[in-house]
C-alpha cells in the first residue's frame, strides 16, 4: 500500500501561482509513476500531469495545462511537485495525487491522496 498526501491547495487570483506537493509513505518502491488528476465542480476527473517514478522522470502533461504547469519529483523525499503559473479561473478543482503500481495498465492509478482545493478567481 501506498499513501499519498497533498498539501498547497488554497485561492488565487487568475494569472497568479500555486504549488501543490504529495508525499508518499508505505511501499512507495511498488509504484511506478504518479500523477496529478484535478475534478471541477460538475465535471469528470481528468489527469492533468504525470511523471515515471524513475531516473528518466518521462513527463505527461494534459492540453489544458500544457506549458503553465510543471511537474516535478524529489524521489529520495517521496515527494511529487505540481507548479502552477498563468492559473485560469478554469483550473479551479479539487487537485489529487495518485500513484500507479508497476505492472498495473498505464491508465489505472491505484493510490489516491485525499486531494487539495484550488480555486482562482477572476
Known amino acids: 500500500q501506498v499513501q499519498l498526501k497533498e498539501s498547497g491547495g488554497g485561492s488565487v487570483q487568475a494569472g497568479g501561482s500555486l504549488s501543490l506537493s504529495c508525499v508518499a509513505s508505505?511501499?512507495?518502491?511498488?509504484?511506478?509513476?504518479w500523477s496529478w488528476y484535478r475534478q471541477a465542480p460538475g465535471k469528470e476527473r481528468e489527469l492533468a500531469a504525470s511523471?515515471?517514478?524513475?531516473?528518466?522522470?518521462?513527463?505527461t502533461y494534459s492540453d489544458s495545462v500544457a506549458g503553465r504547469f510543471t511537474i516535478s519529483q524529489d524521489l529520495a523525499e517521496n515527494t511529487l511537485v505540481l507548479q502552477m503559473s498563468s492559473l485560469r479561473p478554469s483550473d479551479t478543482a479539487v487537485y489529487y495525487c495518485?500513484?500507479?503500481?508497476?505492472?498495473?495498465?498505464?491508465?489505472?492509478?491505484?493510490?489516491w491522496g485525499q486531494g487539495t482545493q484550488v480555486t482562482v478567481s477572476s
Open positions: 495518485a500513484a500507479r503500481r508497476c505492472g498495473s495498465p498505464l491508465s489505472i492509478f491505484d493510490y
Open positions: 508505505g511501499s512507495t518502491s511498488s509504484a511506478c509513476a
Open positions: 511523471i515515471t517514478r524513475d531516473d528518466e522522470a518521462v513527463t
